[in-house]
């Protein structure tokens, strides 16, 4: 049995601790740690019900357009391996990438999340540069500054090239003439029409022999190879002008595709 001093020093031992600064931290402590094991407890069952819910698995894609000629279900069945995706892990550029890829046209691709389960998709379709006429298959078509093939139809306000040597038809979203090609049919254009004062009525691109031939306002017809810089063709042609007119009706064409030459062909 417990003495009656025993049982007096247990009774002033409880009195100073439980007034003691102590035994208030300890319960600080106590209730803080049971408050910190819930707020992880929450925190892990919302970690398992992001990942394994099939709440925020993606169920509908909703393109978004800049023009109508931009087909929804042709990009809804390019993302079909994005239906059922996680849209809180959704790999953004990855996304995007595969539909440049896909759809060369596309000048610009931004996701948007619409929570729980939407993918937002806003295209922008490439602007037109130019009609190009496919004189093997008679059909008109629509090129961006790459050269990539528009789906929209040919407005006769577009400046026209003629293709040749293409006898297969031209798909959209394909690329007709390599952009680097199409920069310096762009520069040659414009080099040309400040060195001869003279306006370019009619252009050609040969895909195979890949050269570029245009015709001047005068009627005289001009030669490059597209394959090079044709600045220093441009170049050659303008020092040459004084000994020749271009507006001589006997002149037919000028071969300027080998480089430092220049041919002349008179009728």
């Not at 992880?40 to 909703?62: H, N």
Request: hydrophobic share 40%; net charge negative.
């Amino acid at each position: 049995m417990t003495s009656p001093t025993w049982r007096r020093l247990q009774g002033r031992w409880q009195l100073l601790w439980e007034g003691s600064f102590l035994s208030s931290l300890f319960r600080v402590l106590f209730r803080g740690h049971i408050l910190l094991t819930a707020i992880i407890g929450i925190g892990l069952l919302f970690i398992a019900f992001v990942l394994w819910s099939p709440y925020f698995a993606i169920r509908k894609i909703t393109p978004n357009r800049n023009t109508p000629y931009v087909d929804i279900l042709q990009v809804q069945r390019a993302l079909d391996t994005v239906y059922g995706q996680n849209l809180v892990f959704l790999d953004h550029h990855t996304v995007e990438e595969l539909l440049k890829e896909q759809f060369p046209s596309f000048r610009s691709v931004t996701l948007q999340e619409q929570w729980p389960d939407t993918l937002l998709v806003t295209i922008q379709m490439a602007a037109p540069l130019a009609r190009v006429w496919n004189t093997d298959t008679t059909r008109f078509h629509v090129i961006d500054d790459q050269g990539v093939v528009l789906p929209i139809p040919a407005e006769e306000s577009l400046e026209q090239i003629d293709i040749l040597q293409h006898p297969t038809p031209i798909e959209p979203h394909t690329t007709l003439i390599p952009p680097e090609y199409v920069s310096r049919i762009l520069l040659t254009d414009d080099l040309l029409e400040r060195t001869t004062g003279l306006q370019i009525t009619h252009r050609e691109y040969y895909t195979r022999a890949l050269e570029y031939h245009v015709t001047l306002s005068s009627g005289v017809q001009l030669f490059f190879d597209i394959q090079y810089d044709t600045t220093p063709a441009v170049q050659l042609l303008g020092y040459q002008i004084p000994q020749f007119s271009l507006t001589d009706a006997r002149l037919e064409y000028i071969d300027l595709r080998i480089p430092d030459e220049l041919y002349l062909k008179r009728r």
